[in-house]
């Protein structure tokens, strides 16, 4: 139908097929996997086929597509994702620590059409940087950075985060927010909605 092109991202189909899969590589289609949410569906649902969709070339990125029933974990979505690939394909398809945080990171802004602006370390990017403390107990000591990171860290590892020059976290505490009211205000918005649903 001519629908498919650059402009397009899929995020979820499971069933792709050989043919589909270049058909997507054609038309320059980008497909997010969201590991997480895609690893609840029942199996009759497809596999999760980042190896795949690699192999045939497809640009891929990977995603968390929500936050309200499972919490936002770039390094333990890494892991699942790496750990789903190992056990269904091992190294068939080859597929490295160093490539997963790219599909995180680059990959990702690639998708979004933000490239040129975000998704890694170059002269006239913003400036946007996570610093990640690997002397803590449960990475150190650390030998190669991308292993760690995908098999090791975890949120609370985050030391510092930069976005676009602005630091909003620093020695592990929010600098441009005020946290406990962000809590106390999310908690008073559940609380609303519940009553105009009328839950128990």
Partial sequence: SGLLG?????VHPL?????ERAMLKAANTSYSSSPMGESRRP????EIQIGELLEAGVRVSLSIDHTTTYNCDC????R??????????GNKIPLTTKRLVQLFTIDGARDLGIADKTGSLTPGKRADLILI????INMAPVGDPYDALVAL?????????VVDGRILRRGNKFTALDHAQVVADAADS???????????
């Fill in 6 to 10: 650059a402009d397009l991202q899929l």
């Fill in 15 to 19: 069933l792709t097929t050989a043919e």
């Fill in 43 to 46: 199996a009759s649902a497809g």
């Fill in 75 to 78: 390094f333990g979505y890494m």
């Fill in 80 to 89: 699942m994702a790496y750990s789903l690939h190992q056990h269904r394909i």
């Fill in 133 to 136: 403390r690997a002397t803590d």
């Fill in 153 to 161: 860290a975890s949120p609370s590892n985050v030391d510092t985060v």
């Fill in 190 to 200: 559940a609380a609303a909605l519940r009553a105009r649903a009328k839950w128990p």
